[in-house]
C-alpha cells in the first residue's frame, strides 16, 4: 500500500496528537513536543523558547521526510490554520507521491484552553498565555479549500464526553 501523510490540524489543546495516535496505529507519528524535549538534559527546564518552535518544526519536517522515503504513512499533528501553513505539508508528501488528508479537529476554544493550561507535558510557564495562543489560531483559522491540492478533508466535532 502506498504511504500517506495525514495533517491532523486545530488549535493548541485541541486533542491532535491524542486522536492521530488512537485512529491511526498504523502511521507514524513524529511528535514536535517529544522531540524538542531531546533537546533539554533536565525536562523541567522545557520552555517553548523561540529557538525551540523553530527546532521543533525543523525536526517534525526531517522525520517525515525520512518516513516518506521508506514509503511510510506519517500522521502530523500541526497548527494548520492557513493554506500557506498546509502547502508545506501537501507539497512535502505530493514530492514522494502521497496524498495528503487533512483532518480538523474542531474543538471549542474554552476547551483547548482547558486541556493546555491542565496538561502536565506543557511547561507551566506559558499556562497564563494559553488563551491568547488559542485565540491566535481562532484569529488565523481559514478552512480548507479544495485548490489546496489535498485527498480529503474531514471534519472531527467535538463530543463534550470526551473532556470528562
Not at 504511504?3 to 491511526?24: H, M, Y
Not at 493554506?83 to 474543538?107: F, K
Request: some cysteine; aromatic content about 10%.
Amino acid at each position: 500500500m502506498p504511504s500517506e501523510l495525514v495533517l491532523v490540524i486545530g488549535a493548541c489543546g485541541a486533542g491532535k496528537t491524542t486522536w492521530a495516535r488512537a485512529n491511526l496505529p498504523n502511521h507514524a507519528h513524529p511528535d514536535a513536543e517529544q522531540l524538542a524535549r531531546t533537546l533539554f538534559a533536565d525536562p523541567s527546564q522545557f520552555r517553548y523558547y523561540p529557538w525551540v518552535r523553530v527546532v521543533m518544526k525543523r525536526l517534525v519536517h526531517c522525520a517525515t521526510v525520512t518516513l516518506l522515503e521508506r514509503g511510510v504513512s506519517v500522521a502530523v499533528a500541526g497548527r494548520g490554520a492557513t493554506p500557506d501553513e498546509r502547502r508545506t505539508w501537501i507539497d512535502l508528501a505530493a514530492s514522494y507521491g502521497a496524498p495528503t488528508h487533512i483532518v480538523w479537529l474542531a474543538t471549542p476554544p474554552e476547551v483547548c484552553v482547558a486541556r493546555a493550561q491542565a496538561d502536565p507535558n506543557r511547561p507551566r510557564t506559558s499556562r497564563r498565555a494559553w488563551p491568547q495562543i488559542v485565540a491566535n489560531w481562532y484569529r488565523d483559522w481559514q478552512p480548507p479549500t479544495p485548490d489546496e491540492g489535498y485527498a480529503s478533508y474531514r471534519v472531527i466535532p467535538h463530543e463534550p464526553h470526551e473532556d470528562t
